[in-house]
């Protein structure tokens, strides 16, 4: 959901757009929301459906990728964490967008890590010893969006490395 300034602009208490708040939510629009399924079933093709077939040098390059994937995504993520100045009182309403975005970012992650799950389970079936190596602080780490303490303690440690 995307958020506009209505025409009101919060100083009518009665507004049946914004009811009094100065914001309208949004539909995304259709288009949208095929590029997010597009996305979905691309992040879904990464693991092949014969995964018990995948030679172990297959199945190694198929983690680096998700790994590497998955790598990118937190950095995306801990750039978007950085932009956002947290001293302000209203930067919930004012960077709403990239909340939100961090948000399907993390989802993307969870997908991502769930894939790792799978071909781990796939590893210790077939006695393969192969460990994961991430690349970037965020990346094996869940990040509670709704919670600003937590935003803030994620980017206080990353600062620290």
Do not use: W
Request: glycine share 2%; aromatic share 6%; with cysteine.
């Amino acid at each position: 959901m995307k958020t506009e300034i209505c025409s009101c602009k919060g100083l009518n208490a009665s507004c049946k757009n914004c009811f009094g708040s100065g914001y309208i939510q949004l539909n995304e629009s259709k288009k949208n929301q095929t590029n997010k399924t597009t996305k979905k079933n691309q992040l879904e093709s990464l693991i092949p459906e014969n995964i018990d077939l995948l030679s172990k040098n297959e199945i190694e390059e198929l983690t680096i990728k998700i790994i590497s994937n998955l790598d990118l995504k937190s950095k995306k993520q801990m750039q978007i964490l950085n932009s956002i100045p947290f001293n302000t009182n209203t930067f919930r309403r004012d960077f709403g967008s990239k909340f939100e975005l961090l948000e399907s970012i993390e989802s993307e992650k969870q997908h991502l890590r769930n894939l790792l799950l799978t071909i781990e389970q796939e590893i210790i079936l077939k006695n393969y010893r192969l460990q994961f190596r991430f690349k970037h602080f965020l990346s094996d780490k869940d990040v509670d969006v709704t919670s600003n303490r937590h935003l803030k303690e994620l980017i206080r440690e990353y600062k620290k490395i």
